[in-house]
Nanobody, 119 residues
């Protein structure tokens, strides 16, 4: 069984920074693409950033230049700088993970961590 555990959320003032972490645990064959989504109250879940095994990254336009995604082995991180009130949301990490039986990657999700940007 695979589990994704996020940490690093919290309350921060506008202009502040937070670093989110997400660690994959359990038994698996490989982890490929990893990334982060977020969901604000009353809004649909939005893709924030993603990173491949060869460190190619992509970002939603609203966070470019402020957020940086990185990874090592089976963990993914999101460094968030110059945070704005509109970044307030629950942030979910994901990982495309394959097992040693089928070798077919399936997307797994974390439970979410709250980020609140408020003065």
């Amino acid at each position: 069984q695979v589990d994704l555990v996020e940490s690093g959320g919290g309350v921060v003032q506008p202009g502040g920074s937070l670093r989110l972490s997400c660690v994959v645990s359990g038994t698996f064959f490989s982890v490929t693409t990893m990334g982060w989504y977020r969901q604000a109250p009353g809004s649909e879940r939005e893709a924030v950033a993603g990173i491949t095994t060869d460190d190619r990254t992509n970002y939603v336009g609203s966070v470019k230049g402020r957020f940086t995604i990185s990874r090592d082995d089976a963990a993914v991180y999101l460094q968030m700088n110059n945070l704005k009130p509109e970044d307030t949301a629950v942030y979910y990490c994901y990982a495309d993970i394959s097992d040693s039986i089928t070798y077919v990657p399936n997307r797994h999700w974390g439970r979410g961590t709250q980020v609140t940007v408020s003065s």
